[in-house]
């Protein structure tokens, strides 16, 4: 028995160096999972890591992959803890047969962490909706995309909503907006464009921070009550978004003028507050609900054939379709560079190429069963945001529907802003800017 | 809203939720009082009592009285098969040993949790309204009253048993010297599992209330964190500084996040009450109402 058990060892111990070589060989492109399936930010991991995997696994059963390339991928725990959340990069960052194609942090802090190394291991990184606002200008942050909007433009966008509801920009002056907001980088990354929009419109602005984890936030809500403000804006995370709502709720605040942002408006931050959360909205940049073709498919080609991520039932939450979105425009920028490059397995820099040229009009939407579901997408060298608009949605007590048309952001107040931050980000770093001139 | 009246309803809210904190240290305190052991999966003992709470009305569809007598029953049975799997094993070792074990104990129940019953968020909806009292300038919510007459009822319950009834005194007895205690004819190891077995009963009665005003989740553990300035200040061996340790935490948090965190972007609700906490260390580190020990060294 010894004898065959050193045999073995010894055959593995040999087919060790060969290993390598036939991973090589291996028609893939190798996409790392940095996820939170536990910890307390879990609720809201879940469904995002699910959306990825599902989304990953259509193109894979139903297409045969990209072009005849299949999608590889790793789930590694973040914990949204942005230590581990860097281990996982540096575990995950060499697999497959070309390393890492793209980047999805999935937490602000990680992708904070990442960023400087994105150039140095040719993995670029798409932090879709979170992360470094500064980083949406591409001359000075070429690894690095956030498309198709960030935090600055969404509150330009909510602004801009708000106004709208108001009757016009000009019937701000005067209104009081509160925007409690976690107490973190993450939640305090509106605050300057708020400020500036404040200024420009005349409305009186506070500011509530709600410190991690955010479980108990009464006091914030008695300012909240103090200040009696007609609207709230709510920048939250975890725990942080169903209590404040509940808080809102008990104060008899009006939910139809509370408004969170696209982390704050999830199913699992609605339910648990009941009926209180009844005319809650939410800002985003994909539509609730399973109302598109791409579900169908993901039913049929994932979830009948048993190898859903998740529930079936869940699919349509607002987190859920976000990991779908994710990875749908990870999928067409690899689709992009192959294009470019060939139908191979594509490397980190040619897949940075592939979302600096990605380009997804309505037409390509509807090919991919999401007209409606999301907004046209044009990055470039330059723009690295796309300045997407947002929808806002609203909770009825039951489900989320999407209650504006897309709202756009105050590009002529965010990309200046952007270009001074990414000047300071970017120096910061020892970058210089790139002449895009130069690279079309 | 005037000044005052803000500054009332931030010492209303906090006199709640303090009293609703001492409920979650009442658990801590029981064990702490028995068998000299530092419990640092409390807050994780409220999860778990919560998410199996949920489970029956939610999963089984059973009525919510049926649920807590449920969850009461599991939260005993856990306490009780606790102390025997783990906790009896480590009598006679030193104090980290237990300590280290609860430390462990909460990372498994934190994973255990989410994994058994799922990572999303549920509603723990109790048939109350969530319409608040108006009571001149206060408004109170339902639940923060229920959950501070539940609180109070207990404590005072508890109080009662170590003082008054056989068991208690005991139970004191064991605290005190185990050694003795057994010299007596005391049975500690049947002590110890009563005591594990009580903290279930807190901690049900914690998940069911922290539960329904928070929803059960993961997060719901993170209450435990507030018990150790509760503690600390009232004393570790005593009902009393529970209720007195968890009143000062809520108002001393409230009264930061109202007057303080405008003024300095935030963050003081939370470490104010571990300033306390080490004020009270310095000062007299047995707490308001813990029993001041005096040994010859």
Known sequence: MSKILIAVLALAVMAGPAAPAVFAQAKEVFVPLLVYRTGPYAPSGIPIANGFVDYFTLVNERDGGINGVKLAWEECETQYDTKQGVECYERLKGKGPTGAVVVNPYSTGITYQLIPKAPVDKAPILSMGYGMSASSDGRWFPWVFNFPTNYWSQASAVIRYIGTQEGGLDKLKGKKIVHVHHNSPYGKEANPTLETLARQFGFELTLLPVDHPGQEQKSTWLQVRRLNPDWVFMSGWGVMNQVGIKEAASINFKMDHFIGNWWSANDSDVVPAGDGAKGYKGATFHAPGTNFKVFQEIAKHVYDKGKGAGKKESMGEPLYNRGIVNAMFAVEAVRTAMAQYGN??????????????????????????????????????????????????????????VVSDWIQPMREVVRPKIEAAAVEEGKKLGYTMRDCAKEK | MLDWQFSLLLLSNGVLIGLMYALIALG??????????????????????????????????????????????????????????????????????????????????????????GADTKNLALPISDEPFVLGPLFIPPIQIVGAVVSLAFLAGFGWFFLKSRKGIAMRAVADSQQVAMAMGINVERYFALAWAMTGVVSALGGVVWGSLLGVDVHLALVGFKVFPVVILGGLDSIPGAIVGGLIVGIVENVAAGYVDPYVGGGTKDFAPYVLMI????????GIFGKRIIERI
């Open chain 1, 344 to 401: 191979k397995p594509m490397t980190g820099e040619q897949v940075r190429w592939g979302f600096e040229h990605l380009t997804l009009t309505d037409k390509r939407l509807e090919e991919l069963g999401m007209k409606g579901f999301t907004h046209p997408v044009k990055v470039s060298c330059e723009d690295h945001e796309s300045s997407g608009p947002i929808l806002v949605q609203q909770w009825d007590g039951k489900k989320w529907s």
């Open chain 2, 28 to 117: 801590f305190v029981l064990v702490y009082k028995a068998t000299d052991a530092i419990n640092f999966a409390q807050g994780e003992f409220v999860m778990i009592a919560g998410f199996v709470v949920v489970a029956f009305l939610l999963s089984y569809k059973a009525p919510l009285w049926l649920s807590v007598v449920c969850g009461l029953a599991a939260m005993i049975a856990f306490g009780f098969g606790l102390e025997r799997a783990v906790l009896r094993k480590l009598i006679g070792r030193p104090v980290i040993a237990v300590v280290m074990a609860t430390i462990g104990l909460a990372a498994v129940l934190r994973g255990i949790g989410p994994l058994t019953w």
């Open chain 2, 279 to 286: 004020l009270a260390l310095m000062i007299r580190p047995y």
